[in-house]
């Protein structure tokens, strides 16, 4: 059996950290169950997709752009519950993504455009008419 550890840090009294624990266990586990049962059947990463990860700000709060399987997923940081949120992308040109829609796999859902800067650094990405700024 495989033991899988996570840990939260919290700067608050009375935070639920048992909580946000089994969220992160909800999220994490079953990649890492899935990588360990099958290591061969582990997706290729392309290490371009590197200079999209980071964290996004709006005036609606903030995301984070991670790696997620063969491509990249968009996690909203205020949620309670990350995997219930995750969007995961896949590429379709230089610098845009589509969202894989949970209903049909192969219809694209909408776009988020990445906007890239002379030396390569991702700025930020747009999805739906709003724009997202890169902090970090």
Do not use: C, M
């Amino acid at each position: 059996k495989t033991r899988i550890a996570i840990i939260v840090l919290t700067n608050a009294i009375g935070s639920e950290v048992g909580f946000y624990t089994v969220k992160g266990f909800e999220l994490i586990a079953p990649v890492v169950e899935k990588a360990l049962e099958d290591p061969e059947g582990v997706p290729e990463r392309d290490p371009e997709l590197d200079r999209y990860k980071g964290i996004y700000e709006t005036v609606w709060g903030q995301s984070a752009v991670v790696r997620w399987e063969d491509g990249l997923a968009v996690l909203g940081l205020q949620t309670r519950d990350p995997k219930a949120g995750l969007v995961k992308l896949k590429k379709s040109r230089e610098h845009v993504f589509v969202r894989i829609r949970e209903d049909d796999k192969e219809q694209p859902g909408e776009e988020f455009v990445f906007d890239v800067g002379e030396d390569g650094t991702v700025t930020r990405f747009q999805q739906h008419s709003n724009w997202s700024r890169k902090v970090r």
